[in-house]
């Protein structure tokens, strides 16, 4: 018979804690299969991929941190503050954002808590919430992390916080443990930093005099895309004044674009970054465009305002001139839409973007991306790479598009689909349909930076569960399937990006 517990008795012993087995150690063989007929398979496929370089394109580690190469500040400013998977599982259980050390965006309305300015104190609340992050793929590059990178032998917990703390601080403390060193240690061969279109790009510059060319940045001009935005004028012209040019009408805008595309192109850049809430990709008449730019920048000055739909409509038409100018720059057009952004519009208002209030939607690719593919899916100049966490897209939709279109590749899975579950999902959704070959690889998407190799890991892991299978079921050859750990963890990363 099932034992049932009152809540009295849940509460008393809601404190337990599992026995002491000695150091916390973490087994090789996590997240491989475990039944006795692939796991072998699958450890014999890990072990030839897991130490082969880091392509880590899609990332959004600030630049400054690389241009300063300063000393991390401390174990809760390093580990839990900008990382907002902990965030939101720890909000979710009756933390706040300012006990998390998180505090109000300047000029934030209200009586904002202060962030607590103790990082001990948001370290002991991290640790002392660890069992929530069970079965997540968090709890997996926090252990990874915590075990392999700064040598803790105890889990988290109310009782480790302090000496934890105290562990990783000594580590963080040795200069061995600056940002530049990092990417030698963590195997990272390229790494995308996410830069605005206003960027002046002076941090790459210093890396660059530095000899350092790892670090390369990526344009991303969602804010001037978003005509119904609040600052979008000033955007614009914080994007004219980088480039050089006097903004003062739409085709003035577009010769802003290409001039801080080039610019970026010619500090080292790969790529751009899109993360508009739909894909629609459906072109203006100039004329259309034009008036609408126009509408948008006089905003600001007691103009009309822009509606949802025009906005919409704006942001559509950008995403097709985009790819236009991606077709004559060959900077690859990265595309991942489909989410509610600061879905908690106080808590947003208050805290800013990024704090685990982002929330997926359904979205349609198939009708949206038509445009842009009936005119560039083609063209040997122009690549674009498109993610999702829409799982419900990737069999019936964005496979076959991949698996048809030479200028489309499928994003690997990101954000709330970069877990062992969900990537396991991924490759039988979309393999059969788009092939191994037109997938981008795995790369990461955090702005937690020593999380970076514990991500790429968990990748590999799962997919060398899901080739040894073929393998066990005589479909793949053993020798193909190390070679095609070896495109998707490395070679496919490399490829989707370089140079057209």
Same mark, same amino acid.
């Given at each position: ?5 009152? !809540? ?57 941190? =690389? ?46 808590? *202060? ?10 609340? =991290? ?12 709890? =997996? ?79 991303? %001009? ?82 009309? %305002? ?88 990737? !069999? ?75 393998? *066990? ?28």
């Amino acid at each position: 018979m099932l034992q049932t517990f009152s !809540s009295t008795t849940y509460e008393e012993h809601s404190d337990v804690t599992p026995t002491d087995a000695g150091p916390w150690t973490l087994h090789e063989d996590r997240a491989l299969p475990a039944d006795p007929t692939t796991r072998p398979i699958a450890h014999e496929i890990y072990q030839a991929v897991k130490d082969l370089p880091i392509v880590s394109m899609h990332g959004h580690v600030p630049v400054e941190w =690389f241009a300063d190469d300063s000393p991390f500040p401390d174990p809760a400013q390093l580990l839990v503050v900008p990382d907002h998977y902990l965030l939101r599982m720890l909000v979710s259980q009756g933390e706040t954002l300012p006990r998390l050390g998180v505090g109000p965006v300047p000029g934030a309305a209200g009586d904002a808590e *202060a962030a607590e300015s103790d990082p001990r104190e948001i370290w002991r609340r =991290f640790c002392a919430g660890w069992k929530h992050f069970r079965g997540t793929p968090t709890r =997996f590059w926090m252990e990874t992390e915590l075990v392999e990178i700064f040598g803790v032998t105890q889990r988290p917990s109310a009782e480790t916080a302090d000496a934890i703390y105290d562990q990783i601080a000594s580590v963080i403390a040795d200069p061995s443990f600056r940002p530049r060193a990092l990417l030698d240690r963590f195997g990272i061969e390229v790494i995308g930093t996410t830069d605005p279109a206003w960027s002046s790009l002076e941090h790459h510059d210093r890396l660059v005099a530095d000899g350092e060319r790892r670090v390369l940045p990526t344009f991303r %001009p969602d804010p001037v895309y978003t005509i119904d935005s609040p600052t979008f004028a000033a955007d614009v012209e914080r994007t004219g004044a980088a480039a050089g040019v006097d903004v003062t009408s739409y085709a003035s805008y577009l010769e802003a674009l290409r001039v801080q595309r080039q610019r970026f192109k010619e500090a080292g850049g790969l790529a751009t970054d899109h993360g508009h809430h739909l894909p629609d990709t459906t072109p203006l008449p100039a004329d259309d465009a034009a008036r609408l730019f126009d509408k948008a920048m006089l905003v600001a000055r007691g103009g009309d %305002p822009v509606t949802g739909a025009e906005a919409a409509a704006f942001s559509a038409h950008m995403l097709f001139q985009t790819a236009a100018m991606a077709a004559e720059d060959h900077l690859v057009m990265q595309i991942h839409p489909g989410v509610e952004r600061g879905h908690a519009s106080a808590e947003t208002r208050v805290f800013g973007a990024d704090k685990g209030y982002d929330i997926p939607f359904a979205i349609d690719f198939t009708r949206s991306l038509r445009p842009m593919l009936d005119a560039f899916g083609h063209h040997p100049g122009f690549r674009t790479i498109v993610f999702t966490i829409d799982e419900d897209t990737y !069999s019936r939709e964005l496979a076959p598009m991949a698996g048809v279109y030479p200028a489309m590749r499928l994003g690997a899975p990101w954000w709330f689909l970069d877990s062992p579950e969900a990537m396991r999902r991924f490759r039988e959704a979309a393999t059969e349909t788009a092939g191994f070959s037109n997938m981008s690889g795995f790369v990461d998407d955090t702005r937690a930076f020593c999380s970076i190799p514990a991500r790429h890991d968990l990748a590999r892991r799962v997919d060398a569960g899901y080739l040894a299978r073929l393998v *066990a079921e005589h479909r793949l050859e053993l020798d193909e399937a190390v070679d095609t750990a070896a495109d998707l963890a490395y070679r496919l990363p490399l490829l989707s990006y370089a140079k057209a």
